[in-house]
């Protein structure tokens, strides 16, 4: 199912996100409830929430029946970790 919801969110869902400088990625998936990610401005946008339930939500459900529910995943991604990590090394070395 993973691969499936990929292909949506690449093929259907991010052209409609890339309007607004944003994008979605599939953060997980259990008992057919699927986590989503937004990135790019829609990641910061105070419509989240109505950005993931208006497309994001509807477009999954739409091509993948058996998905009961799409909810938004707010945890910090591993890359934002790993970006902020090297700012902050590089600053200690700098003091």
Known sequence: MEDRIRKVLTEKVNPILASHF???ELAGVEDNIVKVRL???CSS???AQ???EDIVKSVLQEEIPEIKDV???TSVSEELLDMARKI???KDKTQ
């Open 50 to 52: 109505l950005t993931l």
């Open 45 to 47: 946008c105070p419509s």
């Open 88 to 90: 902050l090394s590089k």
């Open 39 to 41: 990135t790019g401005a």
């Open 22 to 24: 944003g994008g979605a």
């Open 71 to 73: 909810i938004l995943d």
